[in-house]
């Protein structure tokens, strides 16, 4: 008999423990290692100030941006960015709000584990760069 109750347990609990989802290994912090731009051929490196930034996705569909080493602004680390995020089509689409702007915008979740996310978005333009890739790798979970 405990031993029947046992394998219940062990039922259960590896019930439970099913592979995380999308927005589960979407929540944490991220640091972009690298940003490329497409300009209607290839991508290729760019140079940004905002290659070194950190995304924190917080579970209640929350981000905030934040400076990394290399400043844009010329002063300290600070929030440069926060707003909404929710994952559409099976985690391969990214749409974010952002506070101050009108609108969603939509990137393509083209790499997404619990080391690395790459995203890439069309940036609305007609002339390059048409679109931009960045690369993330996790500095944290939540």
Known sequence: MRASWIVVLMVVMLGACG???????LVGSWQRISEESFDGNEFS?????????VMDYTADG?????????????????TVASGGWTLKGDGTILVETEVGFVGEY??????????RFVRTHATGLTSAPLSLRWTHVRVTGE
């Open 106 to 115: 939509e990137a393509v979740v083209e790499e997404l584990n619990e080391e």
């Open 19 to 25: 592979p995380a989802t999308p927005d589960q290994i």
């Open 45 to 53: 490196a760019s140079d940004s100030c905002r290659q070194d930034d």
């Open 62 to 78: 929350g981000w905030q941006r934040f400076q990394g080493a290399t400043l844009c602004e010329g002063s300290d680390n600070f």
